[in-house]
């Protein structure tokens, strides 16, 4: 009697599977890298692209309004003089501290179940501290100055302001933006080179053989390859820490109730990995649907991510638990009346939308069931990615709208300018990323395969 093919067995993880058994090495090859190679565009591809598109026009026309008319076209005021852009700055910013944590930390970790989302999270970093880098650039009002910030030699004899939190966020996002670019491209590599010998235009061997810049799989290329992600992995990951820490102190040094406050660091970083996290997840629950890619993206990723979710959520929590428990605890008039204000103030609603969004909706995650439940937990990733916004909105203009003097309170409300700026650059970020996705290989091959048991009698190519 004939015997069926063997399996292969499941991953170690007894209770997961890492991907659907029968995958060898070359179906996952040829599953992910036709998502690239393949000759025809889909058509959901143009029509994603071309909305996203037309969205990016909004930038680009607020932004030009903005260089003829300046930023008195922003709603910013007395005494609201940072808005929408500084709002959407550490928005952005949070949102690409996913990326750099799953590709850093758990690679140091030895955790493979980043490898399916690794790779799409690096270039979310990188597309999301695209989209921040405008704002501050924008926001002083002389754009085409920005290059001052740099300590650069001139004949003025003239350095940076090093006591300006602004200059500090020029060196941490630059320098947090140069090691995830490498890192990035780095961790590609091996896979352009896949392309490359796999593409059958001229064209496609041109481009990704450049990009691959000669790489051959020799014994000296992955020893150099390896020892060139451990020190990048190193280098990032004092900087998830450090980036978003940088960025707090542009509120923890100033002295406005509600800002100066010891606990914004570590507040700041653990919101930054919840939103980050909230993004991955809206990315990835979408995508794993449209390219078919259950098998690699699997509910043990999800779990997980929604697990780390959950965690940083508690962590958010235990923040805004302390910011008013320090505000009554303190005896400080100042900060207690922010927290009244906060409460029952005019912009009340949106701090009690807040507290839903980032303390309440995340508690279904302790259920399993919703953990693996994709549309839920689709849901859940949206309504985080409002509240980690709200929460910007809550300790910018909420904190400096009615300061120490009340000769001096004010309102402030976005103007339509704010809202294209804002718009827009979510059409630059997906964009970005549907371009990305249509070039580049969106999950990671040569790590995929050292996970995968090759199916008998298949081929390990």
């Known amino acids: 009697m004939e015997h069926d093919e063997q399996q292969p067995s499941k991953a170690v993880d007894t209770e997961y599977e890492v991907i659907e058994p029968g995958h060898s090495y070359r179906s996952v090859t040829d599953h992910i890298s036709a998502i690239v190679l393949t000759r025809k565009t889909p058509k959901t591809w143009l029509i994603g692209f071309g909305v996203s598109f037309m969205v990016l026009s909004l930038l680009l026309m607020s932004l030009g309004g903005l260089l003829v008319k300046g930023i008195g076209l922003w709603g910013v005021n ?6 929408f852009d500084i709002i959407n700055f550490v928005w952005w910013i949070g949102i690409g501290h996913a990326g750099t944590l799953i590709s850093a930390i758990l690679l140091l970790l030895r955790q493979d179940w980043r490898t ?25 009002g002389r754009p085409w100055l920005a290059y001052w910030l740099f300590p650069y030699p001139n004949t003025m004899g003239t350095w940076p302001q090093v006591l300006s939190p602004l200059v500090w966020d020029v060196f941490a996002v630059s320098t947090y933006a140069t090691v995830s670019a490498l890192f990035w491209y780095v961790g590609m590599i091996p896979d352009l080179a896949t392309l490359r010998d796999r593409a059958r235009a001229k064209g496609a061997k041109i ?36 980036v978003h820490t940088v960025v707090s102190f542009d509120f923890a040094v100033g002295i406005i109730p509600g800002w100066h406050a010891t606990i914004f660091p570590p507040y700041f970083v653990a919101g930054a990995i919840f939103a980050g996290f909230a993004m991955v997840l809206t990315l990835s629950i979408p995508l ?15 779990d997980n991510m929604a697990k780390v979710m959950l965690a940083t959520g508690l962590i958010v929590g235990y923040g805004y638990m302390m910011e008013t428990f320090m505000a009554w605890y303190s005896g400080n008039p100042y900060e207690s009346f922010l927290m009244k204000n906060r409460f029952s103030g005019p912009y009340m609603w949106f701090y009690w939308a807040l507290i839903t969004c980032n303390v309440l909706a995340p508690q279904i995650l302790w259920w399993r069931r919703f953990r693996r439940n994709v549309t839920m937990l689709f849901v859940v990733s949206i309504i985080v990615s409002i509240g980690m916004w709200l929460e910007r909105f809550i300790i910018i203009p909420v904190s400096l709208h009615r300061d120490f003097l009340p000769s001096s309170w004010g309102m402030y409300w976005p103007t339509s300018w704010d809202w294209m700026t804002f718009i827009g650059t979510l059409g630059l970020f997906a964009s970005l990323m549907f371009i990305f996705l249509r070039l580049l290989p969106m999950i990671s091959i040569f790590e995929m395969r050292t996970i995968v048991p090759p199916a008998e009698g298949r081929s390990k190519e």
Not at 78 to 83: A, F, K, N, R, S
Not at 218 to 234: D, I, K, P, V
Not at 288 to 302: A, Q, S
């Open 288 to 302: 794993r649907v449209f390219y078919k890619l259950e098998d690699f993206i699997t509910n043990r990723h999800l």
């Open 116 to 140: 399916s989302i690794n790779r799409f999270a690096e270039a979310m970093t990188l597309f999301a501290v695209a989209c921040a880098g405008i704002y501050p650039v924008f926001h002083t």
């Open 78 to 83: 007395q005494p609201v003089g940072w808005g």
């Open 207 to 242: 481009f990704y053989g450049m990009l691959a810049m000669g790489w051959r799989g020799s014994a000296r290329h992955w020893a150099r390859y390896e020892t060139a992600s451990l020190l990048l992995a190193g280098l990032a990951t004092p900087l998830v820490i450090s």
